[in-house]
């Protein structure tokens, strides 16, 4: 008897050559990642590390000009209610640049008080100067045009005034502002010689306040040089 030969198993084919090297590694098996890939929800640390900060500190401007405003509007809302409260007032006419001071005065109190910004000293002087000069107008002292010349040294004294004060609050480390503050102070002094006797006689001479004021603020650029260095 003649005996048939086996029928072969499609089965056992195809998995025969699987089954032959079980630690074969499968490409397209979900469950196996490659070293390289990362999952989506990891970062390497450097990542992170070199990621700008996207949080910024709020500026303190928004909030020095509402201190101001704030302080300016409630002054007028108290000058339009006194009366109708039975507080006597001075006229308006005369009285106007209080609002300017006490914007001004606002601004230093910001300074010392709130953001410790240079420039907020700095315009504090300038409004408070401003307004002891407004109030020369206000009060009929000297007129805006025939006077024009026994006021106008005040202008630059003012300028001169404000920049050194926003000097004086940034540690004394910008030389512009050092220098328009002298020069500014120095043109309203000598402008005001010729109208005060008294301060005639204290500056006689305007080429030697002149020298002695270059002397002092050169004395001073290189000293802040030599320190900036050491």
């Known amino acids: 008897m003649s005996t048939s030969p086996p029928s072969p198993n499609p089965g056992a084919q195809s998995s025969g050559p699987q089954s032959s090297n079980p630690q074969s590694p499968n490409p397209q098996s979900p469950n196996t990642q490659s070293p390289n890939t990362q ?106 045009f025939e006077d024009f010349f026994l006021w106008f040294p005040a202008l630059p004294l003012i300028v001169g005034a404000g920049f050194l004060a926003t000097w004086l609050a940034d540690g004394r480390r910008r030389h512009r502002q050092l220098i328009a503050g002298v020069v500014g102070v120095g043109l309203g002094i000598t402008g005001f010689t010729y109208r005060f006797d008294w301060l005639h006689r204290l500056i006689p001479s305007p080429a030697v306040f002149w020298g002695l004021l270059l002397l002092i603020l050169g004395a001073l650029l290189l000293w802040h040089n030599f320190r900036a260095r050491s």
Do not use: E
């Open 39 to 144: 999952s989506p929800n990891t970062q390497s640390p450097n990542t992170q590390s070199s990621r700008p900060h996207s949080s910024k500190p709020p500026s303190s401007k928004p909030q020095r000009r509402y201190l101001v405003a704030g302080v300016t509007v409630l002054a007028i809302a108290g000058w339009l209610l006194l009366p109708a409260l039975g507080v006597p007032l001075p006229p308006l006419a005369r009285s106007w640049p209080v609002f300017i001071l006490l914007g001004a005065l606002a601004s230093v109190a910001d300074f010392f008080v709130g953001s410790r910004a240079p420039g907020s000293l700095g315009r504090g002087a300038f409004g408070i100067g401003l307004a002891l000069l407004c109030f020369g107008f206000s009060t009929g002292r000297w007129g805006f």
